[in-house]
């Protein structure tokens, strides 16, 4: 089993930039796809971004495509989602998962284990 605890949230204004980490315990995570998703008030959780173990492949939702960046360090069992250009509509609790496989899916019950939540908020 892995734990997961991101980070990194807050709030900023409209064209700014955030960095969110996922920090993984109990398990290594290159053993895991990496995903990050959002969940807005009143709104079903929908995906975001993915990467596979190594590392090597990226997928994003096209509502953040050009603008997030995820990326992985599995030494330092760490995960990153790079937000650059936000928008109002951008504002969400984001949370990283952890998937037992080899493929990117952007479907929630795909993904086993589930951090907290950190919460960003972009000001318009």
């Known amino acids: 089993q892995v734990q997961l605890v991101e980070s990194g949230g807050g709030l900023v204004q409209a064209g700014g930039s955030l960095r969110l980490l996922c920090a993984a315990s109990g398990r290594t995570l290159g053993t895991y796809v990496m995903g990050w998703f959002r969940q807005a008030p009143g709104k079903e959780r929908e995906f975001v971004a993915a990467i596979t173990r190594s590392g090597v492949s990226t997928y994003y939702a096209d509502s953040v495509k050009g603008r997030f960046t995820i990326s992985r360090d599995n030494a330092k069992n760490t995960v990153y989602l790079q937000m650059n250009s936000l928008k109002f509509e951008d504002t969400a609790v984001y949370y990283c998962?952890?998937?037992?496989?080899?493929?990117?899916?952007?479907?929630?019950?795909?993904?086993?284990?589930w951090g907290q939540g950190t919460q960003v908020t972009v000001s318009s």
């Open positions: 998962a952890a998937r037992v496989g080899i493929t990117i899916v952007t479907t929630t019950h795909d993904y086993a284990y």
